[in-house]
């Protein structure tokens, strides 16, 4: 049995039925994160992991032991909001020391504690600061600290970068990324940002409306998504996913049999572009974003097919050219009407 295990496991808000049924085995170690969009059920599944909601089907089993109903004080498990949830008048050093001290644990250990969390999240100068005097980025390793100090069996986050601007989030993110290869623990991350998901996870779980769609590590979903909605769900910019029917019949008869009446999927660094419009597919540019390390250029076809291209290099293309979009079939993804992957 693994590390922490869930079988069949069921949520219901009245008569919605919000998780449906998620089977996952969960490794000691391993980060793992749940990402999916707005409303999926990625929050409400950490919950009823930490055991702020009920469960209302299936079995929670932490080390082998049931863990279904037990109260979420007695589950050892840690969480990190995305609000912080600090107690304002209280210091750093009392925020980060308070579940020690109500478990009365002596205070030379809390001390102890508290000075080896706060030096791995570079807080010891921030000790006797209030939640205030802090920055965001400050105040959320702070709430991470106070996880820490309880050395849980494993840590759950919830979005705890969602507040943070872009720089300090992607800060952050390393800083966690580094703390879990520190301390090595168990560890379960909501995000909807799937450049987090990708960066920070060992394994992630793809959820959709109540139910997983795919686990598997970064790549592995990268390189074989098991429908067109991970596909497109991971990598920025999405997979372009381009009905057959909008391509001329020579990329069609390329296609295997299961992807009639499908879709071709092509990530947009397999798109490559030539100017002038004499290939099989001619396109016109719509727009260029030169980002510096790499430059995408949007391209429309006139069967309506438009694609994104990710060029590594700089281009003197610009919109208005006309371009010949070679597609490289070794590495499509071809979809049948239901959008399951047949072939890549
Ligand atoms: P987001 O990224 O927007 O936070 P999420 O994937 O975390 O979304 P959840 O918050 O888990 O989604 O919600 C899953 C579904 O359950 C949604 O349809 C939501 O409206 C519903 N839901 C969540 N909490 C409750 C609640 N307390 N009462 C009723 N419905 C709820």
Redesign the pocket.
């Known amino acids: 049995m693994a590390y922490l295990q869930l079988q069949g496991i069921e949520k219901f808000?009245?008569e919605?039925r919000?998780i449906k049924g998620i089977d996952l085995a969960i490794e000691p170690g391993e980060f793992i994160v749940f990402v999916?969009?707005?409303?999926?059920?990625?929050?409400?599944?950490l919950?009823l992991i930490a055991g702020l909601e009920q469960i209302d089907g299936g079995k929670l089993s932490l080390e082998g032991r049931d863990i279904t109903h037990l109260p979420s004080s007695q589950r050892d498990l840690a969480m990190v909001f995305q609000s912080y949830a600090l107690y304002p008048h209280m210091s750093v050093f009392e925020n980060m020391s308070f579940a020690l001290k109500l478990a009365k644990v002596p205070a030379e250990v809390i001390r102890d504690k508290v000075a080896r969390a706060a030096d791995i999240l570079n807080l010891t100068p921030y000790l006797q600061r209030t939640p205030k005097e802090l920055s965001g980025g400050q105040r959320q390793r702070v709430a991470i600290g106070r996880a820490i100090v309880r050395a849980p069996k494993v840590f759950l986050f919830d979005?705890p970068l969602s507040n943070l601007d872009a720089a300090l989030r992607g800060q952050t993110r390393v800083e966690i990324a580094k703390l879990h290869r520190d301390l090595g623990a168990t560890t379960i991350y909501?995000t909807?940002d799937q450049v987090e998901a990708m960066t920070l996870a060992d394994r992630v779980v793809v959820?959709r409306d109540?139910q997983i769609e795919q686990v598997g590590t970064p790549l592995e979903l990268y390189d074989r998504p098991a429908n067109q909605f991970v596909a497109q769900f991971i990598g920025t910019p999405q997979m372009n996913v381009v009905p057959l029917e909008k391509l001329p019949p020579v990329v069609q008869q390329l296609a295997p049999a299961g992807a009639a009446g499908g879709a071709i999927g092509l990530r947009p660094e397999n798109v490559l572009l030539r100017p002038g419009g004499q290939g099989p597919i001619a396109g016109r540019v719509d727009l260029v974003e030169a980002l510096g390390a790499e430059t995408l250029v949007y391209v429309s076809t006139p069967a309506g097919a438009t694609l994104v291209a990710r060029l590594s290099e700089r281009t003197p293309l610009v919109a208005g050219n006309t371009v010949t979009l070679d597609v490289a079939t070794e590495h499509a993804h071809w979809f049948n009407p239901s959008g399951r992957v047949v072939r890549q």
């Open positions: 808000f009245g919605h919000a999916g969009p707005s409303g999926c059920g990625k929050s409400t599944l919950r979005e909501v909807h959820l109540g």
